[in-house]
């Protein structure tokens, strides 16, 4: 390390007190701002959970549709009509709705029902329990076995319970990749008898899947479904819209902007306050410095190899205490949404990056301001 | 003849416009020569410090030139001034400015650290200087628990540990006591002054008027020549 970023370092950590008082202060920024954001991606992660656990590449919907969550069904001719499409390899109809159930002590629990085609049970989940063609049996439906599974009682292969006043019996467990945002548990069923067990409006199908023969076709088979005046979006894209709804149109993702931007700027306040006190403080040092003969250029280095440092560190920290906290709140909390992803991490890192600027800028304005000869008057 | 270390000639240097304008340096030429401690007296706002700035490449003059070891310093860039203040010229500051939160050592290693030497070597003759200030085992002390005068012999092992051609030291006994002050001027007069070095102290400080070889006097923004009886006499 050049000598006088080691100087630098040194001034810095010396100072007990100020170095204490910076870091506590970006740390509980990058803290508060991970955890927003990551509570955020956790409640949109959950909220496409549907569209990632069936995976399908494309999904033909109702151009009203905003969300998984609000379903629009669409009328059976479309089932055919897609069939038709050129490009499309195969495409199966979905149904996802909510039911109520009566469990066998007698409580209820609302639970939401993916029916998936009887022929292909394409979208279908990942057993750890049961095998997947029992679906087919009498009254068969497989549980999710998620951060909601306690709320059926735990039940085993065989167990029974009432939905709608039909007999259903729990044939399988399943495993998924996300768990679903509402806080209720998922079963999984055939198409026709989640139609025959949950009353229905004329039209039936909630979704349509669709695979096309190969990526280039996907442009040419959303150009035919909005012909009908239906819409299909790719996997990536109903994400988007879903994410869209969630972060735009409900509250949520403008509540943890400002959250965010708080965060933001209490780290900022504190750690640019104390930096420029730091500075104020070794001013005169400075100024004998340059009078000695230390470069303007050397004087910036110093003071943003400090900023630096300390951003880096308490960024460090900060991840560090949220990742932390996330993980003991994720032992006692199953629901505990938050997911720290690499965006979170770069948001928060950006944000870190902007409190060392913005602090050092201030500092950086008065070195250069200094003049030597002031120093030499006293 | 002595040779010149510092060769100033006209140098002017007025601060404020109009009513409010101070003409703090008049016209003003100055030699010093090498192998010379020179004093620069004169009551305060005379100018003192405003010329000495000007002459050691701080404060840049209205008008005049200033020839330090032959080098033309105010037509140097600023970054080349810099260096050549690095590398040729020592400073003690009157309040000695020093970072309270480095140890004594590497206070007195700064020109060393800036001239990028190694930072254990720096750190090594920094303590070597430390031992011919007299303040052997102290280096690794902050500077903050030394009393005044030893502070102001660690202002002196940095301004030294360059081995600068030119030392200027700027009321360097004001604020200590009567010994204190003099025993500082005559360890750098015995210790420090070279024949191939030249110190320039400003001073009001009549106490160590007798280490001088030459004293200049200023008034009013001119410098007189002034003979030590008249102002050991005032
Ligand atoms: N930056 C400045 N702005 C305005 N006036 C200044 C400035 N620096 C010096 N002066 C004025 O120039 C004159 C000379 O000041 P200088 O500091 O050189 O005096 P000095 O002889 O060193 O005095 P002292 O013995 O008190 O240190 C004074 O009248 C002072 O007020
Ligand atoms: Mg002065």
Known sequence: MPGILRIAYKLLINDRAKYAALLVGITFAVFLMIEMTSLFSGILSRSSATVINIGASIWVMDPAIQTVANSIPLPSFMLDEVRSIPGVKYAVPLYSGSALLKLHDGTYQAANVIGLDDTSLFGRPELINGKIEDIFAENAFIAVQDSEFYKLHNPKIGDEFELNEHRGVFVGLAHVASSGLFGIPTLYTTYNRSLQYIPNTRFTITYLLVEPKTPEDVAAIKKAVTADGYLALTHDEFIAKITDFYTYHTGIGTNMMIMTLISFIIGLSISGQTFYTFILENIEKFGALKAIGAKSRELVMMILFQASFVALTGYGIGVGLCSGMIWMARLYLPDYAAIITPMNLSVAFIMVVLIAVLSSYVGVRKVLKIEPFDIFRG | ?234
């Open chain 2, 1 to 234: 003849m002595a040779k010149a270390a510092i060769q100033a000639v006209g140098i002017n240097k007025s601060f404020g416009q109009g009513q409010a304008m101070t003409k703090a340096v008049q016209n003003v030429t100055f030699t010093a020569n090498f192998g010379e401690m020179l004093y620069v007296v004169g009551p305060s706002g005379s100018g003192k410090t405003t010329m000495l700035s000007m002459i050691s490449g701080i404060l840049r003059p209205d008008s005049g030139t200033v020839k330090l070891l032959d080098t033309d310093i105010w037509s140097l860039s600023s970054d080349d001034l810099a260096d050549f203040r690095l590398h040729k010229i020592g400073f003690v500051f009157q309040d000695y400015h020093l970072f309270p939160r480095l140890t004594t050592a590497e206070n007195v290693a700064i020109p060393l650290i800036l001239q990028k030497r190694d930072w254990d070597e720096a750190i090594a003759e920094a303590k070597k200087d430390l031992e011919i200030v007299g303040l052997k085992g102290r280096a690794d002390m902050p500077p903050v628990s030394l009393s005044g005068g030893e502070q102001q012999r660690v202002a002196i092992a940095r301004a030294i540990i360059s081995r600068p051609d030119i030392l200027i030291l700027d009321e360097p006994t004001a604020s200590l006591d009567g010994d204190t002050g003099r025993n500082i001027v005559s360890f750098v007069r015995t210790k420090i002054l070279t024949d191939k070095s030249c110190i320039v102290i400003i001073t009001h400080d009549s106490r160590i008027y007798e280490f001088a070889d030459r004293i200049v006097k200023m008034e009013d923004g001119k410098v007189t020549d002034a003979d030590m009886e008249n102002l050991n006499a005032q």
